[in-house]
Structure formats: C-alpha cells, structure tokens
C-alpha cells in the first residue's frame, strides 16, 4: 500500500465571483500542466439544483507527476460552487454567478507499486525502506517536498490571481 507524506494543511479559498465554467476548466487544466503534470484524474462530478434556484457543482481533481518509478508527487483540488445563471451584457453570453470554494492539497507518494509493503510478505522490507528514505534518501526526498510545495504554492497564486480578476462586489 502506497505511503502519503503531506506537505502542510490544506490551502482553502472561497470567493464570491461571476465566471464562465468552461473557462474556468480550462483554466484549471493549464495551472496543472503549468506545473508539469501530466493531466489530472477527475475522482467524481456532481451538479444538483437546489430548491431556491441555485445549482451546486462539487467535484475533485487529482494530478501527479512521476518522479521516479517509486515516488509520485501529488496535488489534489476540491472545488464547490454555488452558483445561478446571469447574463452580462458586456460579455454577451450567460455565466455563473455565486460562491465558489477550493481546497487544495499535496503529498508525496511512496511506494506506489507496493513494492516495499506487506503484499509481499515481508514486513521487514517496508521497516528497511523507511529507514533508507529518512537516513539516507533525506537530501531528494527533501527536494522532491520543496519542489511540490513550490508547485502547490504557485498554483494557490494563480487560482487567487483568477478570483481576483473575477471578483464580484
């Protein structure tokens, strides 16, 4: 079984502002491939009506990003918005107007393939790679966390920059 390292928290924002969604998607998959990552995996989509007229859309991104056949390093966003339709008449079109709210989180993945864990049989091999990884793997591991927390930090930049540029008074 693969092994988690969180970088920190969990970074939350929650802003109210008018967006168009397929932007906004498209937005959201350049800040991943920005980053490097090769793509992102949706986990699940959700969109009901609620009963005052309003529609929620829940959904979660996965990305990762391959760093050697035994680590991966991950970012995860949650995004919830609670959103009704508007038409601007500047732009033209309909868009969405209302609250949105992300959660963004990273960890380092380790023994993806489970080739160090229990499936084995041996649980002294994960014993042995865990001293390996925190005596003697330190100085990559420690690079690999900062490069992910820079990751995670420039993609929180632009997710504000966004709502900032979308921000609804």
Not at 89 to 94: D, W
Request: glycine share 6%.
């Amino acid at each position: 079984m693969a092994v988690k390292d969180y970088t920190g928290p969990p970074a939350r924002l929650k802003q109210f502002m008018i967006f168009d969604f397929s932007e906004f998607y498209a937005m959201l998959t350049r800040i991943i491939k920005d980053r490097g990552f090769s793509g992102y995996i949706e986990n699940f989509h959700t969109e009901f009506n609620n009963p005052d007229g309003t529609k929620t859309t829940v959904f979660s991104w996965g990305a990762a990003k391959k760093v050697e056949p035994y680590t991966r390093l991950c970012i995860d966003f949650d995004v919830k918005a609670v959103t009704k339709d508007t038409f601007l008449e500047s732009e033209g079109k309909t868009m969405a107007e209302g609250t949105i709210e992300f959660t963004i989180s990273s960890y380092m993945m380790r023994d993806v393939e489970d080739e160090w864990g229990f499936r084995n049989g041996n649980p002294t091999r994960r014993f042995l790679r865990d001293l390996y990884d925190k005596f003697l793997n330190v100085d990559r591991v420690g690079s690999d966390i900062k490069r992910l927390k820079a990751d995670t930090d420039a993609a929180v930049a632009d997710l504000k920059a966004y709502m900032k540029l979308h921000k609804s008074e």
